[in-house]
């Protein structure tokens, strides 16, 4: 999986939106942005992913740059439960499946 | 209740001895996989199964050893146990290959 570059934390306030940006300079085309979330003492959980187009879901919107040489994942109106470290990773899909994290992005959020 | 179960949530013990972590999914999703993060949070894959059969395997020590009985449980054994050992263990799974996975919550082993 190629490489990806996150700033190492980001703060915020209770109902806010928050940007978290992700660079992937050296994304290749088969390669989709996935975010996962971790808080402490428990296993990482999915947040969203794309490969071209801007998505959504229930958690967050995630923009990705025409080149899709970056990516950020807007969190509208966060609350405190979405205080954790975000990770930002390139996966083939299909190609074992597998994920490998870095430190990702530590988001606090203060009431 | 639907999730990624693991047993159990903290074990510590000696250089030498045998460990066995457990993990059940009850989503009916067909990939399982074993993690390993270590005190830097970094996550890294060490095996995943796709119908009780092995489809990844990372170079991990021999020690490690996966078993599935079926394909909701994905057992992970550590025969003699190290201290660079000391880590989380996260087992996942996931509809299919390449889906999006969902972890347990983890079984935070120590090595003394």
């Known amino acids: 999986d190629a490489k990806t570059t996150q700033p190492d934390s980001m703060e915020s306030t209770e109902g806010e939106t928050v940007h978290l940006p992700c660079s992937h300079a050296t994304i290749s085309g088969n390669e989709y942005i996935y975010w996962y979330r971790q808080v402490p003492l428990q296993g990482p959980e999915y947040v969203t992913h794309?490969?071209?187009q801007n998505t959504t879901n229930s958690m967050a919107f995630l923009a990705i740059a025409s080149d899709r040489k970056s990516s950020t994942l807007i969190l509208p109106h966060v609350s405190l439960r979405d205080a954790a470290v975000y990770h930002c990773?390139?996966?083939?899909?299909?190609?074992?499946?597998?994920?490998?994290f870095g430190k990702g992005a530590k988001l606090t959020v203060s009431p | 209740e639907t999730a990624v179960f693991q047993t159990p949530n903290y074990h510590v013990t000696q250089v030498g001895n045998e460990v066995s972590f457990n993990c059940k999914q009850t989503l009916g999703h067909d990939t399982m996989y074993w993690y390993k993060q270590d005190s830097k949070k970094l996550l890294k894959i060490m095996f995943s199964y796709n119908n009780k059969q092995l489809i990844v395997n990372e170079t991990v020590p021999r020690r490690f050893s996966p078993q599935s009985s079926d394909k909701a449980h994905l057992n992970l054994r550590i025969k003699s146990v190290e201290p660079e050992d000391s880590a989380v263990y996260l087992c996942?799974?996931?509809?299919?290959?390449?889906?999006?996975?969902?972890f347990g919550p983890g079984t935070r082993l120590t090595v003394l």
């Open positions: 996942a799974s996931s509809l299919r290959q390449g889906a999006e996975q969902f």
């Open positions: 794309g490969l071209q």
């Open positions: 990773i390139l996966r083939v899909q299909g190609t074992g499946s597998k994920l490998s």
